[in-house]
């Protein structure tokens, strides 16, 4: 079945400065998901991307889907300690009917 | 806005038990999903139901089974626990299968 990889799976980061996750598919996508997950909390919907090329922002956090719609980015900028948590994408493969989940992107923040 | 509960938020259960994880759903949701979350392993699913009585396995069923008597609730129940069973259980709910997931808080278990 379709698989959907993130890296890194660890980011630590400098409070101020920009970072970027990346979640890339073995096969081409319908759409892509993003979830954070909060320390102790659960996942959480952000945004979806369903168009080849696509960009939201979401205030610091831009999102991006790749031309070939296999994979997707989260940049975030000016990094804040409420961007704490894991960030997940998730895959909706063009024969699939439930989304695939990547392994997450663990975000901490030193002040 | 969509809540999903589940039955506990710790639970603590000794090999050999039969432990029963419920999940309720109050947005009429055709679909729903049972997770388990493992440091580094992410949201692997276990078991989803697309209609009550009706399910299909995930990527990791050994070990569990599920119930969906009514369209709001989707129990995961484990049959004879194990220690390797320790984890978080997220269970998610959604409209369709491609739509976005609502999560309940989850029930992180310990088998002793």
């Known amino acids: 079945g379709q698989q959907v990889m993130q890296i890194p799976q660890y980011q630590h980061v400098q409070e101020g400065e920009d970072f970027t996750t990346y979640c890339n598919s073995s096969?081409?996508?319908?759409?892509i998901q993003w979830y954070k997950q909060r320390p102790g909390g659960h996942p959480v919907f952000l945004i979806q991307?369903?168009?080849?090329?696509e960009v939201k922002k979401q205030k610091r956090l831009t999102f991006q889907f790749g031309e070939a719609k296999k994979n997707s980015s989260l940049h975030i900028t000016a990094t804040q300690t409420t961007d704490v948590g894991t960030y997940f994408c998730?895959?909706?493969?063009?024969?699939?009917?439930?989304?695939?989940f990547g392994a997450g992107t663990t975000v901490t923040v030193r002040a | 806005d969509v809540k999903v509960t589940q039955s506990s938020r710790y639970l603590v259960k000794r090999t050999g038990e039969k432990v029963f994880l419920e999940c309720v759903q109050d947005?009429?949701?055709?679909?729903m999903f049972w997770y388990r979350q493992d440091p580094g392993l992410g949201l692997r699913l276990i078991y989803f139901?697309?209609?009550?009585?009706?399910?299909e396995k995930g990527d990791i069923p050994e070990g569990y089974s599920v119930s969906r008597e009514k369209k709001e609730r989707f129990s995961l129940i484990l049959e004879s626990a194990s220690t390797n069973q320790t984890s978080m259980y997220l269970c998610?709910?959604?409209?369709?299968?491609?739509?976005?997931?609502?999560f309940g808080p989850g029930t992180r278990l310990t088998v002793l």
């Open positions: 991307l369903v168009k080849s090329g």
């Open positions: 096969t081409t996508l319908s759409n």
């Open positions: 947005m009429d949701h055709e679909n």
């Open positions: 139901s697309y209609d009550v009585k009706m399910k």
């Open positions: 998610a709910s959604s409209k369709q299968g491609a739509d976005t997931q609502y």
């Open positions: 998730a895959g909706l493969g063009s024969n699939d009917y439930k989304l695939s």
